[in-house]
C-alpha cells in the first residue's frame, strides 16, 4: 500500500477519532457517559442524525449552526478533528510505519483531550491520566522502546520535579501556582518519552507558556492574576519534541556546545 494510502486512511481515522474526542472534552467533565446517548446539540439537546454528524464537513454546510435550533456550534468541533488528523498524519510522515507512529500516536490521544478539557476546565482528570498512564506502561512492556529505569525516571522524575517547583513557588509567591494535575499529566506521559526527553519535552513547552504570557500581558489580554491552564503547554512541548526534537538536540549540540 502506497504512502498516500495509507495518509488517506490515517486521515480519515484521525477525523473519526477527533469527533469521539470532542464527546469525551464536552461529557467526560460533566460526569456524563461518553458512549450513551448518541450526539446531541449542546443547545437544544436534539440527537445529531448521522449525516449532521460527518467530522469538518458537516460544520461547513451547515456554517457552523445547529439544523435543529439554528443555534452556532464551537468552532472547537472541527478544529479538535482536524488537529487530531493532522498529527496522525504527521507521525507517519515523521516515523512511518515504524512503532513509534503507533506509541505517540496512542499517547497524542490522550493528550489531545486533556489539553482542550484544561482549556475548558482548567482541569486534568484522572479518568483519562490513569488509562494513559497504564497504556504507556503496557507499550513499554510490549514493544520495549525504552527501558523501564528511563520509563521510570521520566514519569516519576518530572512528576516530582514539577510537584516541587509548585510548592516552592506556592510558598513564595503565597498562591497556588501550579495544580496537582499537572503533575498527574506528567507522570503518565513521561512512561512514553522517558528520561531525560521528558524534561526537554516539559523545557519547551514552559518556554512556550512563558512567550504566550509575554504577549498576552503585553497586549492586555491577561492580567498577572489570571490563572491559565499548563496541560495544553506540556502537550504543545510533548508535540514539539517528538516531531523536532532530535533536530533541536543536534543543534544545541552542534551550535551551542560546539562555541564552549
Given at each position: 500500500?502506497?504512502?498516500?494510502?495509507?495518509?488517506?486512511?490515517?486521515?480519515?481515522?484521525?477525523?473519526?477519532?477527533?469527533?469521539?474526542?470532542?464527546?469525551?472534552?464536552?461529557?467526560?467533565?460533566?460526569?456524563?457517559?461518553i458512549v450513551k446517548p448518541r450526539s446531541?446539540?449542546?443547545?437544544?439537546?436534539?440527537?445529531?442524525?448521522?449525516?449532521?454528524?460527518?467530522?469538518?464537513?458537516?460544520?461547513?454546510?451547515?456554517?457552523?449552526?445547529?439544523?435543529?435550533?439554528?443555534?452556532?456550534?464551537?468552532?472547537?468541533?472541527?478544529?479538535?478533528?482536524?488537529?487530531?488528523?493532522?498529527?496522525?498524519?504527521?507521525?507517519?510522515?515523521?516515523?512511518?510505519?515504524?512503532?513509534?507512529?503507533?506509541?505517540?500516536?496512542?499517547?497524542?490521544?490522550?493528550?489531545?483531550?486533556?489539553?482542550?478539557?484544561?482549556?475548558?476546565?482548567?482541569?486534568?482528570?484522572?479518568?483519562?491520566?490513569?488509562?494513559?498512564?497504564?497504556?504507556?506502561?503496557?507499550?513499554?512492556?510490549?514493544?520495549?522502546?525504552?527501558?523501564?529505569?528511563?520509563?521510570?525516571?521520566?514519569?516519576?522524575?518530572?512528576?516530582?520535579?514539577?510537584?516541587?517547583?509548585?510548592?516552592?513557588?506556592?510558598?513564595?509567591?503565597?498562591?497556588?501556582?501550579?495544580?496537582?494535575?499537572?503533575?498527574?499529566?506528567?507522570?503518565?506521559?513521561?512512561?512514553?518519552?522517558?528520561?531525560?526527553?521528558?524534561?526537554?519535552?516539559?523545557?519547551?513547552?514552559?518556554?512556550?507558556?512563558?512567550?504566550?504570557?509575554?504577549?498576552?500581558?503585553?497586549?492586555?489580554?491577561?492580567?498577572?492574576?489570571?490563572?491559565?491552564?499548563?496541560?495544553?503547554?506540556?502537550?504543545?512541548?510533548?508535540?514539539?519534541?517528538?516531531?523536532?526534537?532530535?533536530?533541536?538536540?543536534?543543534?544545541?549540540?552542534?551550535?551551542?556546545?560546539?562555541?564552549?
Amino acid at each position: 500500500m502506497g504512502d498516500w494510502y495509507v495518509c488517506i486512511l490515517l486521515l480519515l481515522l484521525g477525523l473519526s477519532l477527533g469527533s469521539f474526542f470532542n464527546v469525551v472534552i464536552y461529557r467526560l467533565p460533566r460526569g456524563q457517559s461518553i458512549v450513551k446517548p448518541r450526539s446531541r446539540c449542546p443547545s437544544c439537546k436534539k440527537t445529531i442524525r448521522w449525516f449532521d454528524n460527518i467530522p469538518v464537513v458537516s460544520y461547513v454546510i451547515l456554517k457552523g449552526r445547529c439544523r435543529r435550533c439554528g443555534r452556532s456550534i464551537s468552532v472547537r468541533y472541527p478544529l479538535v478533528e482536524i488537529l487530531t488528523a493532522l498529527l496522525l498524519v504527521g507521525l507517519y510522515f515523521k516515523f512511518g510505519q515504524a512503532i513509534f507512529t503507533l506509541i505517540y500516536g496512542v499517547l497524542f490521544a490522550f493528550l489531545v483531550p486533556i489539553a482542550w478539557i484544561d482549556i475548558d476546565r482548567q482541569i486534568i482528570p484522572d479518568k483519562l491520566t490513569i488509562p494513559g498512564f497504564i497504556m504507556g506502561w503496557v507499550l513499554v512492556s510490549a514493544f520495549h522502546f525504552l527501558n523501564w529505569k528511563s520509563a521510570l525516571l521520566g514519569s516519576i522524575g518530572t512528576g516530582a520535579f514539577l510537584w516541587g517547583l509548585g510548592v516552592a513557588t506556592k510558598s513564595a509567591l503565597k498562591k497556588e501556582t501550579l495544580g496537582f494535575g499537572d503533575v498527574k499529566l506528567l507522570v503518565m506521559t513521561g512512561v512514553y518519552l522517558g528520561f531525560p526527553d521528558m524534561f526537554l519535552a516539559l523545557f519547551l513547552g514552559a518556554l512556550c507558556a512563558t512567550v504566550f504570557l509575554f504577549f498576552a500581558l503585553c497586549l492586555k489580554r491577561l492580567k498577572t492574576t489570571d490563572r491559565i491552564p499548563f496541560g495544553p503547554f506540556i502537550a504543545l512541548g510533548i508535540v514539539i519534541y517528538v516531531f523536532i526534537g532530535d533536530t533541536l538536540v543536534h543543534w544545541y549540540d552542534r551550535v551551542i556546545l560546539g562555541a564552549i
